[in-house]
């Protein structure tokens, strides 16, 4: 039976007048960090909206990290002042997603990818045709990924002619408190050439984020580079947001064709505050009190940096790394679960050394322990005998440490060691540099191997002429 035009048009005025029911829920507990609450339809990896008492305006955003028979657990991205039994739970039918691009490239952002450096709103400061972007994205598929064959200096002579990165690697830099890892990030993002840097300062205290900003990046830098920062006082969820935003801004920037310098300080704390987060939600500490999901973010966090795909409109993106890790103890603590992790996933790392940074070398990295796993591929084999010369030197000079600060080594006794000590000096004014001095690559190239120089070809047999030949000689 077919209907007439008016049936239709009675149907249509009869939905106009519907008015749309809004499905929401209500906190029923609140225990430490976790929130329960029902909230219907909502799924783990939502965002919701929870109303606190006397700030209708000022909803607290909170995720689902889990079920608890009908009920789902809720982890707040911020303080839950105001929040009662009776609070209203809103599911927003949407993960945590942000807006990125160009626009943000000078501004300082909080945790949530909103700006705190007193400039406009992103809703000025971006253009409305810019898509939401979840800040959780799988990584490029490893056999679509192109190949690192191309160097990235960045103006610093012991990390470009011993440990030399390529564009679209992912390096981290270990270092325990004070041996000058947030001065060497700093040098890093001003001298490397980068089209633009992305900072993430993760659980920093707040006196350390005005100071990073405001003295370790120049003018210049800064017109370049985004700022993300959650402090240590934040919660748990907003810390680890912090540093997915940092990653989705430079991937974003990455699909645009740029190369961008990640710069996360500090993996470590990323990693704590998923384990907050993980035993907050009930999961079980595996080792060393981090539960499970700890060791299953950190490989999905860093791969999802690197070379970006092959694209058929030719444009070549790719997100350099540097993920600073703490240390606790030595520098080769087997017992340190998070830096054995980052070393195993990593593309090389950079140690930082107490024993250099002590006798005021800077920066303090030790080359012996430290390694780019692409190196090999972006250098000459000249610059690559070059290293591995030093390298012997140095170990050398390891070997006979304290027989030399006890002072009971003697001139003369092992001719391999008097070599290699008087090298060092020249291996020491190389490596050693300003805070504020960038090194030429070609130039930095040219004083390595005036210190190393290349062996000579071996002569060749000369070749006689037929005449001179012996008889039989073919």
Do not use: N
Not at 7 to 33: C, D
Not at 77 to 99: E, K, N, Q
Not at 409 to 428: H, K
């Amino acid at each position: 039976m077919e209907r007439s035009p008016l049936h239709l048009e009675e149907a249509l005025s009869v939905v106009a007048r519907t008015v749309p029911q809004e499905v929401a829920g209500r906190v029923t507990e609140l225990t430490g960090l976790v929130l329960r609450a029902t909230a219907p339809g909502a799924r783990v990896g939502e965002l919701v909206r929870i109303e606190r008492v006397g700030q209708p305006e000022r909803p607290l955003l909170a995720e689902v990290v889990g079920f608890r028979a009908d009920e789902v657990v809720l982890l707040p991205l911020g303080p839950v002042a105001g929040v009662g039994p009776d609070s209203v739970v809103r599911p927003t039918g949407r993960p945590f997603c942000i807006r990125a691009g160009p626009p943000l490239l000078g501004r300082v952002l909080d945790g949530l990818g909103e700006p705190m450096d007193g400039g406009p709103p992103l809703k000025e400061a971006l253009p409305g045709e810019l898509p939401l972007r979840p800040v959780e994205r799988p990584a490029v598929m490893p056999l679509r990924r192109r190949r690192i064959t191309r160097m990235l200096p960045l103006g610093l002579r012991a990390i470009d002619g011993c440990l030399t990165l390529g564009e679209g690697q992912r390096i981290g830099l270990f270092a325990g408190p004070g041996l000058g890892k947030s001065l060497l990030l700093g040098q890093i993002a001003r001298q490397a050439e980068a089209d633009a840097i992305v900072i993430g300062l993760i659980g920093e205290r707040g006196r350390e984020v005005r100071d990073f900003v405001e003295q370790q990046l120049d003018p210049p830098t800064r017109a370049r580079a985004v700022v993300v920062c959650a402090t240590s006082d934040q919660a748990p969820l907003l810390r680890l947001k912090a540093a997915l935003v940092a990653t989705a801004i430079a991937e974003e920037l990455r699909d645009r064709g740029q190369r961008v310098l990640l710069l996360i300080d500090s993996l470590t704390r990323v990693a704590r505050a998923q384990r907050e987060v993980g035993l907050a939600a009930g999961e079980l500490p595996a080792r060393q009190g981090y539960p499970p999901s700890v060791f299953a973010l950190l490989p999905r966090l860093l791969e999802r940096a690197g070379q970006g795909p092959v694209r058929p409109d030719g444009l070549k993106g790719s997100i350099t790394a540097v993920y600073a890790v703490l240390t606790t103890g030595s520098e080769q603590d087997p017992d340190d679960l998070i830096a054995e992790e980052a070393r195993a996933t990593l593309d090389g790392h950079i140690t930082l050394s107490r024993h250099l940074a002590e006798r005021g070398h800077f920066p303090a990295i030790d080359l012996l322990r430290s390694l780019s796993r692409v190196m090999d591929d972006l250098v000459d084999p000249a610059q690559r005998q070059a290293v591995l010369r030093m390298r012997e030197t140095l170990s050398v000079c390891e070997r006979q440490r304290d027989l030399l600060l006890l002072g009971a080594y003697q001139r003369g006794t092992d001719p391999q060691t008097d070599a290699a000590l008087g090298r060092l000096p020249a291996i020491e004014a190389f490596l050693r540099q300003g805070q504020w001095e960038r090194s030429d690559f070609q130039e930095t190239r040219r004083r390595l191997l005036e210190l190393f120089p290349p062996d000579p070809p071996e002569p060749q047999a000369p070749v006689l002429p037929r005449s001179a030949r012996s008889p039989g000689w073919p």
